[in-house]
């Protein structure tokens, strides 16, 4: 489709306004010889064929105007197929250039003596007039051009934006929804042309236009939920601010779906683990674990991890999990020992905005919100707080969740698996552990036994880490030295697991030989076994440890890492023992 043929109406009228003036007949052909617009005899013979008439054709290729003032006899016209039956008696043609590039001809014609007169009386003021209108005709070409180009920017734009799945709401200085893409759309559930015009306070009750520019301006994220069109919306929105060349036009706001939002929260700490693959050892007391996570795994009930530190207790609640029918849902876990008490509360439940000093605009979710449909795992429960033992009671028994701070509480469905090292009963018959909640979680007890309890797997763990290192540090290490072995399987392992592997990725970083040698295992080793105490309470001694640890390593969060992983203890409980001595300097 040439040019001109885009704006043949355009043209057209144009003509007609030009015949009506001069009196004379007006045509206009595009650059492949088709007419676009005529009038007179012309008009009404616009076809897609090309004419045959060569001083068009002279026109578009030299670019430059002619006069013709005697048709027939011209020495353009003698090459004119149209010569026998042309009928025309003068003619004055102007090229229509649109960035250099001629696109058309325009050509003033007379049919009649009058006419002729006309044209040839005055043509060179013609052919400046011709000279003008053929710069209009460019400029509309031009036009249609750059509306053409917004349009299919306009389709592109808004493709990309619906093919996102967020919602976008596009809101005026007045609170007027001015545009929304598919996903906004559907969140808000209201057909397309009603939502158009709409304020947004009639679909967020409560939000206005003040209150998002003011939340585009902090940045904040915010958490809605509200009733639409009788479906209930819960969602994080985004506020930015629509700023044009004329200043701020309004809002943008991008609304992501809660419930989306959970899955990939989710899905981000399951990768690794859920396939079970990683879970190594195939001794008599794994393979009791491994049938009872598998039996728990086909039911709903609450599931009591035991086990020392770094026995992989979270391992298998992530096992249990992905084991579970609820696998295609969360999993959140997180550790009561490692977050002060003061903040656990709010971490478990979430707040409603406003709810203390600090808290976020528009609230947050807590775990068990987060988790809802799937599992929480709630590691270190022995260090459970009593007050949130008896929070956590109430979830349990009546399902419904109470932000901090909120007046009405939510429904929750969400399977526990607990874990902890430490002696429950003791506590219980101590008064420092509620006895009711004990029954709730211990639905179904597994005890994970210590590494020293299983020697059965050192070797599968052991490869696998000597080979999982030798990747990582880009070394070739042939295997271990017979006596360099023997020592490892010697090893008590208190840290279980976690210590092997870090041992093992000390052993694959820092051997210079071809081999693992005794020498380098019991520089390690002998570290954490062979500090001389004098006897003494084993809770001095490991004080003691601690304290020479963070003596050597500092007691920045750095320190602190680094002393719990020479330890061969997890950083929370590092934190949780820092605590329990409660010293100046000492507690985490
Ligand atoms: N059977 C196993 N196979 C492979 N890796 C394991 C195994 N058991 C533990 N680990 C590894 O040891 C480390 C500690 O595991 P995990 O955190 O599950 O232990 P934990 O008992 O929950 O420890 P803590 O009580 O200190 O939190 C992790 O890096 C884990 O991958």
Not at 134 to 140: M, V
Not at 201 to 230: M, P, Y
Not at 232 to 238: A, G, R
Not at 268 to 274: A, P, V, W
């Amino acid at each position: 489709m040439s040019k001109l043929f885009n704006i043949k109406e355009s043209v057209q009228q144009v003509v007609e306004a030009i015949a009506s003036v001069l009196g004379v007949e007006v045509t206009v052909v595009d650059n492949e010889l088709r007419r676009i617009a005529g009038t007179g005899r012309y008009a009404g013979d616009v076809s897609n064929m090309p004419i045959k008439a060569t001083i068009f054709d002279q026109v578009l290729q030299s670019g430059k105007g002619v006069i013709i003032d005697n048709p027939g006899k011209n020495s353009v016209c003698l090459a004119c197929e149209a010569q026998q039956y042309c009928s025309e008696m003068a003619q004055v043609c102007c090229p229509i250039v649109v960035e250099k590039q001629t696109v058309g001809v325009i050509a003033l014609v007379a049919f009649t003596a009058k006419q002729k007169e006309t044209l040839l009386g005055q043509q060179q003021s013609l052919f400046g007039f011709l000279d003008k209108m053929a710069d209009l005709l460019a400029s509309k070409v031009i036009e249609q051009e750059q509306l053409t180009q917004l349009e299919d920017t306009k389709i592109q734009l808004e493709t990309v934006l619906n093919t996102v799945h967020e919602g976008i709401i596009a809101i005026d200085c007045n609170g007027c929804i001015v545009d929304f893409n598919a996903a906004g759309q559907k969140m808000i559930g209201i057909p397309a042309d009603k939502i158009m015009g709409m304020n947004v306070g009639q679909v967020f009750v409560d939000l206005s236009a003040e209150t998002l520019l003011r939340h585009a301006k902090e940045r904040a994220n915010r958490e809605i939920s509200c009733w639409i069109a009788g479906r209930q919306l819960h969602c994080i929105m985004t506020v930015n601010v629509w700023v044009d060349s004329g200043g701020i036009k309004g809002i943008v706001a991008t609304l992501q779906e809660m419930a989306k939002v959970k899955k990939i929260v989710s899905r981000y700490g399951l990768e690794i683990d859920c396939s079970g693959n990683r879970i190594l050892g195939n001794s008599a007391g794994m393979k009791t674990v491994k049938e009872a996570i598998t039996m728990a795994s086909r039911t709903n009930a609450s599931v009591c991890i035991r086990g020392e530190s770094g026995t992989g207790k979270e391992l298998f609640a992530r096992l249990l999990h992905c084991s579970s029918q609820r696998k295609q849902q969360p999993f959140i876990a997180i550790n009561c020992a490692a977050i002060p008490d003061n903040l656990l509360e709010s971490e478990l439940f979430g707040y409603e905005e406003g709810a203390f000093t600090g808290a976020r605009r528009g609230g947050k979710p807590g775990k068990f919100e987060l988790a809802n449909g799937g599992t929480l795992f709630l590691d270190e429960i022995g260090d459970m707080p009593m007050q949130l033992q008896a929070k956590i009671l109430r979830v349990l028994q009546e399902k419904r969740i109470e932000r901090v701070g909120a007046t009405q509480s939510q429904p929750v469905d969400v399977r526990i698996i607990s874990a902890t090292h430490k002696d429950i009963e003791e506590m219980i018959k101590n008064g420092q552990f509620r006895q009711d909640l004990y029954y709730r979680i211990n639905v179904f007890p597994v005890t994970i036994p210590p590494l020293r309890e299983r020697k059965d797997d050192l070797p599968e763990l052991i490869k696998d880490f000597l080979d999982r290192y030798q990747v990582m540090y880009a070394k070739e290490i042939t295997g271990i030295d017979d006596d360099a072995y023997a020592l490892l399987v010697d090893y008590d392992w208190p840290g279980n697991v976690r210590e092997l592997e870090n041992v093992m990725e000390y052993l694959v970083s820092t051997e210079t030989g071809a081999a693992i040698s005794r020498q380098n295992v019991s520089r390690r080793i002998q570290r954490g076994k062979t500090i001389s105490l004098d006897i003494m309470p084993i809770a001095q001694a490991e004080r003691q440890l601690i304290q020479t640890a963070l003596a050597k390593f500092g007691t920045t969060l750095e320190g602190k890492a680094k002393a719990a992983e020479a330890l061969g203890i997890s950083k929370a409980t590092l934190y949780r023992k820092l605590k329990e001595y409660a010293e100046p300097g000492l507690e985490g």
